[in-house]
């Protein structure tokens, strides 16, 4: 991975340009940040409202970094690698508590997080790094505090909400989340035949639900779909906007 790491950025330097990113969604991406740094959330192309960012917390994650260093490009590459770090500290939390040991944690979660597609997301400037660890700390945040009361147990639907707006796909997180503690709850007292508490449910949706507004309105109004999706902002007259300051 470092080789081809190494070989991407210098592959960028032999063309003359500046350090930049291989992918153009990283650049759609950074305008997002961009123009929601200027006070246009949402807007590609200024004074346009569009939903082609299916990682609006990354950019918002982006955005603020920029905010500290006046710079886009090393600023996402520095925040991906702390990410990467950050998903290596919750593997171990997550191998711990299924009681493997601590150094063969350690070792598993180190290797995990040096395989190809975690070292290459360092110079993406894509979402997989937060998505990674948005997702497992949803997982993870279940796992420990799902079945239990007060407000430990919303911290499960809250991150999964923030994981569907790091990828789409991730909306699947939460309603199988569901059928997980009803399933807990007949395989462990089959002789119970009482409902689930029905509030419970109710507090643990609607956290699920308002974690992500005001994000998620706009998407039917603006294309038609429930998700947001990136082939509204390539069109042939927004890619002068890739060009960054």
């Given at each position: 991975?470092w080789?081809?790491?190494?070989?991407?950025?210098?592959?960028?330097?032999?063309t003359?340009?500046?350090?930049?990113?291989?992918?153009d969604?990283s650049w759609?991406?950074?305008?997002?940040?961009?123009?929601?740094?200027?006070?246009?959330?949402?807007?590609?192309?200024?004074g346009?409202?569009s939903?082609?960012?299916?990682a609006p917390?990354?950019?918002v994650?982006?955005?603020?970094?920029t905010?500290l260093?006046g710079?886009?490009?090393?600023?996402?590459?520095?925040?991906?690698?702390l990410l990467?770090?950050?998903?290596?500290?919750l593997?171990?939390a997550?191998l711990?508590?299924l009681?493997?040991p601590p150094?063969?944690?350690?070792?598993?979660?180190?290797?995990i997080?040096t395989?190809?597609?975690f070292?290459?997301?360092?110079?993406?400037?894509?979402?997989?790094?937060?998505?990674?660890?948005?997702?497992t700390?949803?997982?993870?945040?279940?796992l420990t505090?799902?079945?239990?009361?007060?407000?430990?147990?919303?911290?499960?639907?809250?991150?999964?909400a923030?994981?569907?707006?790091?990828r789409p796909?991730?909306?699947?997180l939460?309603?199988?989340?569901?059928?997980d503690r009803?399933?807990?709850?007949?395989?462990?007292?089959k002789d119970?035949?009482?409902?689930?508490?029905i509030?419970?449910?109710?507090?643990?949706?609607?956290?699920?639900?308002?974690?992500?507004?005001?994000?998620?309105?706009p998407?039917?109004?603006?294309?038609?779909?429930?998700?947001?999706?990136?082939?509204?902002?390539?069109p042939?007259?927004?890619c002068p906007a890739y060009a960054?300051?």
């Amino acid at each position: 991975p470092w080789i081809t790491a190494g070989l991407f950025l210098d592959a960028t330097r032999s063309t003359g340009v500046e350090i930049g990113f291989p992918l153009d969604d990283s650049w759609i991406h950074a305008q997002y940040a961009r123009t929601l740094i200027e006070g246009r959330p949402l807007q590609y192309v200024e004074g346009e409202i569009s939903m082609g960012t299916t990682a609006p917390l990354f950019d918002v994650v982006w955005a603020a970094g920029t905010l500290l260093t006046g710079e886009y490009v090393y600023t996402i590459h520095v925040i991906n690698v702390l990410l990467n770090g950050l998903l290596g500290t919750l593997l171990v939390a997550w191998l711990l508590r299924l009681k493997i040991p601590p150094l063969t944690a350690g070792c598993g979660a180190a290797l995990i997080v040096t395989t190809y597609p975690f070292t290459w997301s360092n110079l993406s400037g894509m979402e997989t790094a937060l998505a990674c660890v948005v997702t497992t700390a949803a997982v993870l945040a279940h796992l420990t505090w799902g079945r239990q009361r007060g407000w430990r147990a919303l911290a499960g639907p809250i991150l999964m909400a923030l994981a569907a707006m790091c990828r789409p796909e991730n909306l699947i997180l939460y309603p199988f989340s569901e059928l997980d503690r009803l399933w807990l709850r007949w395989r462990e007292s089959k002789d119970d035949r009482r409902p689930p508490p029905i509030p419970r449910f109710v507090a643990r949706a609607a956290a699920y639900r308002l974690a992500p507004l005001p994000y998620t309105p706009p998407n039917p109004p603006v294309h038609r779909a429930p998700v947001p999706h990136t082939p509204p902002a390539k069109p042939a007259k927004e890619c002068p906007a890739y060009a960054l300051p």
